[in-house]
């Protein structure tokens, strides 16, 4: 028994009326980076279609190496396939988008801090490095981090957003920037 059976049954419903989309650039020309926290799929607040953009999440949708290893790759692949078809000197622009309210906050709390690393065998710096306390702050450290990586893109620009778990709302707190 998988509790998966009513998601394998929504599934059996969408591929009812499924077109397949062939490998193309995202039709947003977006990237999204967001936390993997289920009150925040970018699918549904910011209205993702299939084919509209790559996302990638993790704990507060933070800018780590991984994270940057994964766009300086999906830059890559859209220039080599894609990249005389659209305007020369861009490919896509990468969101950032942090939250209010965010699980990862708590990791700000040192003795919390601490259990967690015991318990998860995570080092407490990076269990660190990981907490959203306020998503404002965060966000602008993360979107520094990734445009001051040698590993983006120059066709590649970042943007900053927080979005409130309170009203639903998404603020843009930095327009894009190329690097
Ligand atoms: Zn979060």
């Not at 059996?12 to 926290?37: H, N």
């Not at 949708?61 to 080599?80: C, H, K």
């Not at 708590?106 to 990076?126: C, I, M, N, S, W």
Request: hydrophobic share 45%; net charge negative; glycine share 6%.
């Amino acid at each position: 028994m998988t509790r998966m059976k009513p998601l394998l049954e929504r599934n059996e419903q969408f591929a009812r009326t499924y077109t397949p989309l062939s490998l193309g650039l995202p039709a947003a020309q977006m990237l999204v980076v967001t936390c993997l926290d289920h009150r925040v799929d970018p699918a549904v607040i910011l209205g993702l279609q299939l084919g509209d953009a790559p996302v990638i999440r993790n704990a507060g949708g933070r800018v780590t190496q991984a994270v940057i290893d994964d766009i300086a790759f999906l830059a890559f692949l859209a220039e080599q396939l894609f990249g005389r078809q659209g305007p020369a000197d861009t490919l896509f622009e990468v969101a950032v988008v942090h939250h209010t309210q965010c699980g990862t906050g708590f990791l700000a709390d040192p003795d919390f801090r601490r259990q967690a690393a015991e318990a998860t065998g995570v080092p407490e710096a990076t269990l660190e490095a990981s907490a959203v306390a306020d998503p404002h702050l965060t966000v602008k450290t993360d979107v520094e981090r990734l445009l001051a990586s040698p590993l983006l893109s120059p066709k590649v620009s970042v943007s900053g957003h927080v979005y409130d778990i309170a009203t639903g709302h998404v603020i843009t707190t930095l327009e894009a920037r190329y690097p």
